[in-house]
């Protein structure tokens, strides 16, 4: 169920005109040329203890995960295969080099270690489970973009 409510929101997300500033919607966070909406597991909100508890944190990346999988399937079979790339280098060279990364992968880079990423409608759809920052519970993370990655 959680995966087909996943896959409307993208949905609608893709669908759905960019902000001219950054803010929060009723869907998602937006800026210029971006949309990145946290998506709970099964349905569900982050759940804010699993920052604190460790075995609740593991537990919560692997359901993220696995509803990542499942959303990766069908959008699959919509869009082709998708690529995986990982977001260390982009975070590296923010911290590291100062470069100046574009939103929304700058802000992805910090929470999300990869992403499955398709090209459609002139549009960039990444996936990827957040759970880099300690201090935030893991979640599915879901980004639809025109800024090419970087």
């Known amino acids: 169920m959680s995966t087909a ?44 203890e699993a920052a604190d508890d460790p075995a609740l944190r593991e537990s919560v990346v692997e359901q993220c995960e696995a509803e990542r999988e499942g959303l990766t399937e069908l959008l ?17 060279r923010t911290l590291e080099y100062g470069e100046d990364i574009p939103e929304p992968w700058a802000s992805l880079s910090a929470r999300v270690p990869d992403v499955q990423l ?8 990444a996936l990827g489970v957040a759970r880099l920052d300690p201090a935030q519970p893991p979640c599915l993370v879901a980004t639809v973009t025109d800024i090419d990655p970087p």
């Open 5 to 48: 409510l996943h896959l409307a929101r993208i949905e609608r997300l893709c669908a759905r005109k960019f902000p001219t500033q950054p803010g929060r919607s009723d869907l998602c966070l937006g800026g210029p040329g971006y949309h990145v909406a946290e998506l709970g597991v099964d349905g569900s909100p982050a759940e804010p």
């Open 76 to 92: 699959t079979a919509r869009w082709g295969e998708p690529d995986t790339i990982g977001l260390g280098g982009v975070l590296l």
């Open 118 to 125: 398709w090209h459609t409608a002139g549009r960039w759809v």
